[in-house]
């Protein structure tokens, strides 16, 4: 007589593939064309900002005081555009570490086929991001050269929990500050409709990173998952160091020198940063990412 008992992993399989159907479902019903969504012909009008200005690094500075509204403006446009370059080049990371982990696996898997939708949309969100950081009249901002080769070792070793931990990191900052900008009358409407697109559709690709992480992690021993925390932090550092750029200030107008010292000891900002990140940490928290070593490079990045 045939068992009727359902082992352990065909569940485990069975759930995952239910949530990547549901994932496909969603994306079928809600997603968007950036190209016909977003208003890419009215010209920029400068009397808006680019991002919400209490999310700018000068914000609650006493150079903030100082400048003029119009300055403000040019700042927070020329932020909101590296925000969007960086985006860029950490997609591409992303990408490439997604399409590697479903090299040669089962297409009519569910989960085979959700991931190339994320792919999809990501290559959709780098154009877009490129386009509004043309029409915000930014030149292209790239993290600095030895960021940009770390990157290119990461995407190319990283594998498993760090991959998919690192894409969860990288989505979550960018999600809580897009949130506020998209509902700020004070941005770009351009600008805003850019940010809710990438908000409903990044939602999807967070939850799938957030399953991925915690499936990955289900069976890891103590020193893979102590390794993994740290490789996971580090890249945690480097991305969201480099989403405002040094050059910035400059193509703002703003004196250089005086902008970054002021950034660099901004509480207004560190504090914003760490407040926007607690979800997260509570997420790789339970998943017992936080080590101490780990914990040093987040405090350092001020994520807590």
Known sequence: MASSTVRPEDQDRA???DVARRLLDSSAKLSYDPAVEVDWDTPLDEDHHGAS?????????PYWDELTEAQRKALTRQEAASVASTGIWFEMILQQMVLRDMYAKDPTDPRFQWALTEVADECRHSIMFARGAAKLGAPAYRPRRPVVELGRA?????????????????????????????RDERVAPFVRTINNIHVVEESRHMK?????????????????????????AIASYYIVTS??????????????????????TNEHHKSLMRSSCSGLMEFLASARLLTRPAMFFYKRAHLI
Request: hydrophobic content about 45%.
């Open 53 to 61: 200005p209490e999310w700018s690094t000068l914000y609650g500075t």
């Open 208 to 232: 799938f990173a957030r399953d991925e992480t915690r499936k990955r992690l289900r069976d890891a021993g103590p020193v893979r998952r102590h390794l993994n925390a740290l490789v996971v």
């Open 154 to 182: 990461f995407k190319t070793l990283a594998f498993g929990e760090a991959a998919y931990a690192a894409i969860l990191v990288a989505e979550e900052v960018l999600d809580v500050m897009q949130r506020d900008w998209m």
């Open 15 to 17: 759930a995952e593939q």
């Open 243 to 264: 989403m405002v750029n040094r050059d910035v200030y400059t193509h703002a107008g703003l004196d250089a020198a005086r902008a970054r010292a002021e950034a660099k």
